[in-house]
């Protein structure tokens, strides 16, 4: 079937779109391996007459990258598959155990899913005062596997909701626990909607910035993000290093989105079409 003038102009405005999006990570980019000095002369529009790659050594030594790199990758990881974990003992309770008041416990985890991370900073902050948690990586994995677990709670509860009765009561039949059920039955099936999951817990805990910069004061223990950000407003920070900063604090959340780009599309391909 031909398409028509209406679909061309759809793809031509979805081009356009992108384009408008992609260029400023272009721009990132192209002055990330540019020298200062040609910056300066030509601007930050020109392409590089050479890569120039002392910008980035420069900064990945200064704010040791590496470090930050790990802990950020630790925090993710770890938060991911803590909240994912406890997202499918919350939902498969809720969704197929069908407790009662299940409603307002779901009601529950939407509101303190919406609630502000500002809201949260000076009760948390005190808290991790006074447990011996403040500064350490564990303090911001716990508070960020909560928040993630209650909107993964809420997201797999609706999906488990709808799980199939016939295939739970043939495996008690059988002879199978609700743990066991839980394991070998829910979990494979909802499999691609458990990845979709995993997938944006770990982007979305990456980005995060505000909490890990009031809970990870210590140079050791800063992520990429709350790196960045404070490194931002140092003097000696040239517009090339900077963006030699933006473009390595990129390039990690990228690469994890395009190596579980299939996963990633077939689980919400799989979650629509049920």
Known sequence: MRAGPGRWAVLAALVVLAAVMLFPFLIVAVNAVKSPA??????????????????????????????????????????????????VLNAYALGI?????RLWILVLFLVGNTLPQEALAYPLYYL???????????????????IQAAFGTYLLSAVLGQFPREILEAAAIDGAGRFRALW????????????????????????EFFLPLIFLISNDNQTVPVA????????????TMSSASALLGIVPAVAFFLIFQRTLTRGVTVGAVK
């Open 38 to 87: 040609e910056y300066g002369a030509e601007g930050p529009l020109s392409l590089p007459g050479e890569l120039y790659l002392q910008g980035i050594a420069d900064f990945w030594k200064r704010v040791d990258f590496g470090a930050k790199l790990w802990n950020s990758l630790v925090i993710s990881g770890s938060v991911a598959v803590l909240a994912v974990v406890l997202s």
């Open 184 to 207: 070998r039955i829910v979990v494979p099936i909802s499999r691609p909607t458990i990845n979709v999951l995993l997938i944006f817990f770990f982007i979305w805990t990456w980005n």
């Open 228 to 239: 960045l950000g404070v490194l931002q407003g140092e003097k000696y920070m040239d517009a």
């Open 97 to 101: 155990g069908r407790v009662r008041g």
């Open 128 to 146: 991790s005062k006074e447990v011996g948690l403040y500064d350490s990586k564990v303090s911001v994995i716990i508070v960020f596997t909560a």
